[in-house]
């Protein structure tokens, strides 16, 4: 399954770039994310709890950042294991400033197996894009949680 988007951040690109990878950030913004650590430099582990109807499990993730061209582009990995399937993708994101904001274009593919896969199809077909937008609004909110916080000398 494909799944192409297009997000602009209301930050400039090295903050963003700076604040993209940070496992604070990303498990904040992630839905229904138990846990999410950087194990290594580059690869993360995470746990989220899936619930599409009456189907109900423990998805446990790991991403992997592949390459990276700072500030410019990602590619990314993405292997996940639970009791009703598997879940596999890779993307590519690429940052481009825009009059001090920061256009994110996303491109990925994600396959789904097992017992999650006719649900997960329809949910991600049907609304992959309101469930990519509604994260990237949350990284973008923690982002500038972060920034507030530095300036205030909390951080």
Same mark, same amino acid.
């Given at each position: 399954?494909?799944?192409?988007?297009?997000?602009?951040?209301?930050?400039?690109?090295?903050?963003?770039?700076?604040?993209?990878?940070?496992?604070?950030?990303?498990?904040?913004?992630?839905?229904?994310?138990?846990?999410?650590?950087?194990?290594?430099?580059?690869?993360?582990? @995470?746990?989220?709890?899936?619930?599409?109807?009456?189907?109900?499990?423990?998805?446990?993730?790991?991403?992997?950042?592949?390459?990276?061209?700072?500030?410019?582009?990602?590619?990314?990995?993405?292997?996940?294991?639970?009791?009703?399937?598997?879940?596999?993708?890779?993307?590519?994101?690429?940052?481009?400033?825009?009059?001090?904001?920061?256009?994110?274009?996303?491109? @990925?593919?994600?396959?789904?197996?097992?017992?999650?896969?006719? @649900? @997960?199809?329809?949910?991600?077909?049907?609304?992959?894009?309101?469930?990519?937008?509604?994260?990237?609004?949350?990284?973008?909110?923690?982002?500038?949680?972060?920034?507030?916080?530095?300036?205030?000398?909390?951080?």
């Amino acid at each position: 399954m494909k799944i192409e988007y297009q997000h602009t951040f209301g930050l400039p690109r090295k903050v963003v770039w700076k604040y993209i990878k940070d496992e604070k950030v990303l498990g904040s913004a992630i839905p229904s994310c138990r846990t999410f650590v950087q194990s290594t430099k580059g690869l993360y582990q @995470a746990e989220i709890d899936v619930n599409i109807g009456p189907l109900k499990d423990v998805i446990t993730l790991e991403v992997s950042l592949e390459k990276e061209r700072v500030p410019s582009y990602l590619q990314l990995l993405l292997k996940g294991r639970g009791n009703l399937g598997e879940i596999s993708g890779n993307g590519e994101i690429f940052f481009n400033d825009q009059q001090g904001s920061t256009q994110l274009n996303i491109q @990925a593919e994600v396959k789904v197996s097992g017992t999650l896969s006719g @649900a @997960a199809e329809r949910v991600i077909s049907g609304g992959a894009n309101k469930g990519i937008e509604k994260f990237f609004l949350s990284v973008e909110k923690e982002i500038k949680k972060n920034l507030y916080l530095l300036r205030k000398g909390r951080k």
